[in-house]
């Protein structure tokens, strides 16, 4: 028996380095669907489906499953074009339904909608086209055909039972050339292993006469109404219409050009203006866009709602998380997403700037106590300030034996890297979207004043301007902007992150710096980028944190974590607004960081934290802040407390 | 003996496989006399390539000094003075050693300092001064100004890929050099590398090829760089001398590219299903 959770990590990389882009593995219970097809290809763009126990496999049958994944995308399963299919094979394309939205259906819908039964030919296709993958793998892994081969035997064992036409196929598929009768098996053409998408399409327009009576025997099976397959061929159309998008608005400037250019041009010759004809193009090509537009975000919506965000751009990770009530590890029970914060297009980072300013004094003198630190002398050198007497002595005492001496007699102070990775965990649940002071009540209004709105002499007041009230989230942000300017000053490495999330399969992590990028606007930018967003599942965010510095290798390590309130989560517990769980998990995470040699501390602007701070962080290792503007000068105070220990 | 015995006998040709017009690049520089600075990823050919060029130069008359490079490999504790020479004891005498850099500022050889960012930062200051119009080695020491053989020609190398965090070449002295960039070969170059290098079938090469595109897929997982065209080539080596496929992969590749174990079964995966 194996678990995906032994072998994921390895994996992931397997198939980063085959599919050369980072594809999310997951198990087959985190998956959407419930289509019967997605067990045929168990993928989207961004995610590779696998079980999450396999009781007789071993690694190489995972390697074979991400490895039939793979195969998909090489063999260009999604790009199926359903008008190049009618053109290749000279087929006319039939007049759609009138209830139905050709736009709407996959190229693979309207393949399958040709048929009196679309389930018994979507069937026939996954199959076959499985085994043209299968061809694909064996010829293109030659490593692998003998774990394939294994991998399909250990199939044909488990799933012994012949009932229909289909379960023969299966059995051709995997590997067993008698399972079908002779007369199909012939129409299997030698070519399919050199063949297309189309070729597997054309194939099931042959062999479908010799399945379509058995759709009662796989009518429960065959419910499901569009398949994994389907949705991932939309998704791939979907990056067709994002360049016909493009192109039509290449059309567009080369027209706006030729009008400014015409226009220019009967200018100069002072004839009158008559652009009628680039002004239809024009219109044309606009209501075109639009209605492309349209028909984009309607599809995103819909691949949406199917198959989940895309998280084309953040990695994913599965932690342990610590149930107290059983006193065990739920293994890899947490799926964290991590992602850059990408900051808006010209946003302005003078206000920041202006922040950073006005703190910088107190900081800097708060953190010059650290720079000495910093200076370390160095021995052997050709020139410093100082002599080195042991290599003086060396280099005399070579000289009176005839030897050569080594002219580095000299020692110097330079300044080092300082040895401190800091990692910064910034909590973004939506309640740091709160005020910091609470809305003053409005005022008791007497009945007399409420106006009368029918009353014709009557002019509102006018509104007074509201100024946006101070939240927790600017001062956190403030804070972290004070303390990248200093440590970057100061020559310490650290990183800024933010986490939030909602559900255990769904935690957030949030990157604003990296240890080892410098302070740039971009960085300032990403800061001033954190929002408030879901929940605070703490544990799975610091066991990432702490996955992190272990990386990047320094030997004093640090983490801070600021916060507003007790983790929290809708399913961080049993029970919904219990918070003990989430408390004993997070002490875990933060146990398990002291446990790897990091200093960890807490601050939170939560005035009631003292009762599950002095449980969840060890050696009291927490400050409970009163007043938050407070916060930029504590983190001060604890950094240079943490360094100088 | 006859004059024909007197003759040196010619060097074999470096083998080199040109990926683009760096040669064209290189000749032009060296007939102007332009200092060359040459940038990859470790193992991709930018050693050889000088090599190549010195003989390619030698050969055509262009270059008379011999040896026509003298190659520095350098290293942090690597000051000016390994470089420019140094006084040694001889007996009761201190005699003048030119160092390696002076040889060849003299002899009008190819200098070709390799992996330049991790010398010491005083070397700058000769560099500096050698490859500007100027083309003068000041040795402090003995209070010479020695100005550059007519064909003398510094070229430098550094890897941009894990050098960039803690040290970099200053603009003034980036400045000063024609920069030519290096990456690994196409597949099909790189094949045809490996083929000629390691002797080993095209189609094997091939094999180690597609094993060099899948793994540099990873590069951002523990390791700098993706695996190099000089680790194939020694893969290829392995196999040419009976070791199996899979084993030789593991040694050359496999252990040599990362220590993370993760890393490393992904790697050996990769190679397993590549490998026939």
């Known amino acids: 028996m194996i678990e995906l959770a032994d072998v994921e990590g390895s994996l992931a990389l397997f198939a980063e380095g085959l599919a050369g882009r980072y594809l999310h593995l997951?198990?087959?219970?985190?998956?959407?669907?419930?289509?019967?097809?997605?067990?045929?290809?168990?993928?989207?763009?961004?995610?590779?489906?696998?079980?999450?126990?396999?009781?007789?496999?071993?690694?190489?049958?995972?390697?074979?499953?991400v490895l039939e994944q793979i195969g998909y995308r090489e063999c260009g399963t999604f790009g199926f074009d359903y008008a190049r299919f009618c053109e290749l094979t000279g087929v006319s394309q039939p007049t759609p339904k009138p209830h139905t939205q050709p736009d709407r259906d996959s190229d693979f819908t309207r393949l399958f909608n040709r048929f009196e039964d679309p389930a018994i030919a979507r069937r026939l296709f996954l199959l076959l086209e499985a085994l043209r993958i299968s061809h694909h793998i064996q010829r293109t892994y030659p490593g692998a055909a003998h774990y394939l081969r294994q991998h399909h035997a250990k199939l044909r064992a488990q799933f012994s039972a012949h009932r229909t036409r289909f379960d023969l196929l299966q059995h051709r598929v995997w590997g067993d050339l008698q399972a079908l009768p002779s007369l199909e098996d012939s129409l299997i053409p030698l070519s399919i292993s050199h063949g297309s998408v189309y070729t597997t399409a054309e194939m099931t327009c042959q062999l479908y006469p010799f399945f379509h009576h058995e759709h009662d025997l796989l009518l429960e099976e065959l419910n499901a109404e569009v398949s994994g397959t389907e949705w991932m061929q939309r998704e791939a159309r979907l990056e067709d219409w994002k360049d016909d998008q493009e192109d039509l608005a290449r059309q567009m400037l080369n027209v706006e050009i030729l009008q400014a250019e015409d226009a220019l041009l009967r200018e100069d010759v002072g004839l009158a203006g008559d652009t009628r004809d680039t002004n239809q193009t024009l219109n044309s090509l606009k209501s075109e866009r639009d209605a492309l537009s349209r028909r984009i975000e309607m599809e995103r919506a819909a691949l949406r709602h199917a198959v989940g965000s895309p998280r084309g751009q953040a990695r994913s990770f599965r932690y342990d998380e610590w149930n107290y009530l059983e006193r065990r590890y739920i293994r890899r029970w947490c799926r964290l997403y991590e992602e850059r914060i990408v900051p808006e297009a010209g946003a302005?980072?003078?206000?920041?700037?202006?922040?950073?300013?006005q703190w910088r004094a107190k900081v800097r003198s708060r953190l010059a106590q650290l720079r000495p630190l910093g200076l370390q002398r160095v021995s052997r050198v050709a020139d410093g300030d100082e002599l080195d007497l042991n290599a003086v002595l060396e280099a005399r005492q070579d000289i009176r034996a005839g030897i050569s001496p080594d002219d580095r007699t000299y020692s110097r102070r330079e300044r080092v890297q300082r040895d401190i990775c800091a990692a910064f965990l910034v909590d973004l649940s939506a309640s740091t979207d709160d005020p910091i002071e609470p809305p003053e009540p409005m005022p008791f209004e007497d009945d007399d004043e409420v106006p009368n709105l029918r009353d014709p002499y009557h002019e509102p007041p006018e509104p007074a301007s509201v100024e946006e009230p101070r939240k927790i989230i600017h001062v956190q942000r403030e804070a972290m902007l004070v303390m990248a300017s200093a440590l970057d000053a100061l020559g310490d490495s650290f990183g800024i992150y933010g986490f939030s999330g909602y559900g255990h399969d769904c935690v957030e992590f949030f990157v604003a710096k990296e240890p080892?990028?410098?302070?740039?606007?971009?960085?300032?930018?990403?800061?001033a980028a954190m929002q408030p967003k879901r929940s605070t599942r703490m544990g799975p965010a610091i066991r990432h944190t702490v996955a992190k510095l272990m990386a990047a290798g320094q030997s004093l390590k640090l983490l801070i974590v600021l916060s507003d309130g007790f983790p929290q989560d809708c399913d961080y517990g049993p029970r919904r607004g219990e918070h003990e769980y989430g408390v004993?998990?997070?002490?875990?995470?933060?146990?398990?960081?002291?446990?790897?040699?990091?200093?960890?501390?807490?601050?939170?602007?939560?005035?009631?934290?003292?009762?599950?701070?002095?449980?969840m962080c060890p050696d009291a290792r927490y400050l409970v802040i009163e007043d938050i503007e407070d916060l930029p000068d504590a983190l001060t105070k604890v950094y240079t407390t943490l360094t100088l220990r | 003996m006859s004059p024909m015995e007197l003759l040196p006998e010619p060097l074999p040709e470096p083998y080199y496989l040109p990926v683009g017009d760096e040669i064209q690049v290189f000749e032009a520089a060296f007939c102007a006399r332009l200092p060359v600075l040459m940038k990859g990823p470790t193992g991709c050919g930018k050693t050889r390539f000088v090599e190549h060029m010195a003989w390619r130069l030698q050969r055509?008359?262009?270059?008379?000094?011999?040896?026509?490079?003298?190659?520095?490999?350098?290293?942090?504790?690597?000051t000016a003075t390994d470089l420019v020479g140094r006084y040694l004891l001889k007996g009761d005498e201190t005699v003048w050693q030119d160092g390696p850099l002076t040889r060849s500022v003299r002899s009008g050889a190819i200098c070709y300092l390799d992996e330049v960012v991790e010398a010491r930062k005083d070397t700058t200051v000769l560099i500096h001064s050698l490859s500007d119009h100027r083309r003068l080695l000041p040795i402090d020491k003995t209070g010479e100004l020695v100005t550059a053989h007519p064909d003398f020609l510094l070229v430098m190398s550094y890897n941009p890929g894990y050098q960039s965090v803690l040290k970099d070449l200053k603009p003034s002295t980036r400045q000063r050099f024609v920069s030519i960039e290096f990456d690994y070969p196409a597949f099909a170059l790189e094949a045809e590398i490996i083929a000629h290098e390691s002797a080993i079938d095209h189609e094997m090469a091939e094999r180690l090829a597609t094993i060099a595109e899948r793994v540099r897929n990873l590069r951002d997982h523990g390791f700098e760089e993706g695996v190099s065209t000089r680790l194939l080539i020694y893969t290829g080596q392995l196999i040419g001398q009976g070791i199996s496929p899979r084993r030789a992969g593991e040694l050359a590749i496999t252990t040599a590219i990362s220590d993370d174990r993760t890393v490393q079964d992904a790697v050996r995966d990769i190679i397993d299903v590549l490998l026939p």
């Open chain 1, 26 to 65: 997951k198990t087959l219970a985190e998956q959407n669907t419930d289509s019967i097809d997605a067990r045929l290809t168990n993928q989207s763009m961004d995610n590779l489906y696998l079980p999450g126990c396999l009781p007789h496999g071993e690694r190489s049958d995972y390697l074979v499953l």
């Open chain 1, 348 to 357: 302005d980072v003078d206000d920041l700037r202006r922040v950073i300013r």
């Open chain 1, 516 to 527: 080892d990028e410098s302070l740039s606007g971009r960085t300032l930018s990403a800061i």
């Open chain 1, 584 to 615: 004993e998990d997070t002490a875990k995470a933060l146990a398990e960081a002291t446990a790897k040699g990091i200093e960890t501390f807490c601050i939170t602007v939560d005035r009631s934290g003292h009762d599950y701070l002095k449980r």
């Open chain 2, 60 to 78: 055509s008359g262009k270059l008379t000094a011999d040896p026509a490079l003298l190659t520095i490999s350098c290293h942090e504790d690597l």
